[in-house]
């Protein structure tokens, strides 16, 4: 058997499927907003079926980021250390994080020439870097594959427009640090940005049904172009 963790946000939560404690944002009333009639119409769950895969520990935790120092932050050791389970660990952890950073305006790098080879977990690059070395540390036989961040849409308005900078910083700022710990990490990309689609959302941030199947759709591509992923007919998880 194949067993798959998440290290996500909101986006990646649903109700009974993270740890007990962490915050969640698809609860069973924002399920219905967002018309997800199951876990199934969830992005990674979708991703799991067509890699014939069982989660392992969906470590999602709502209004999270890479950054921070301590839980909830993603870099944190509680987060790191719980993506396997008593019975199991992960052959494949999916990394999808991020939007946080870029929605509180998190600076990318701090300044290397007064802080050379330090470290800081307020910055998204150091935090996103220390955060991969441990798990690569603690999960030696998985397979890490990091998603870059999608942009999204709003439904039924047309007119709405995707923020590319906050607080001074792109967010495709984000996207360039992810590809360029992954290369430097040698581990597996995910560039699904790179794919220039938009995923549906009510408010800007948190993927309907068929946002959560855009995701979906654009990891499974990834995958099967870089790890041959095998399973059933693509044309099953379009519905």
Known sequence: MIFVSIVGDSISTYEGYNPPEYAVYYDKEMQQVNG??????TWWAKVNQRMHAYLCVNNSYSGSKVTGNGFPAASSIERISRLKTASSSPDYILVYIG??????GVKIRQDRVT????NNLL???DAYEYMISQIQEQY????????????SKVKRHEDWIFPESYAGVRFEDYNDAIRRITKQKNILLA?????????ETLDGTHPTAEGHKTIAHAWIKCLMEREGVQGQNYETIQR
């Open 191 to 199: 560039d699904i940005a790179k794919q220039n689609i938009r995923y």
């Open 123 to 125: 910055y998204f690059e």
């Open 115 to 118: 802080n050379p080879g330090n």
């Open 99 to 104: 939007v946080n950073d870029f929605g509180n």
């Open 140 to 151: 030696t036989d998985a397979k890490i594959i990091c998603g870059t961040l999608l942009r």
């Open 36 to 41: 997800l009639n199951s876990v199934y119409d």
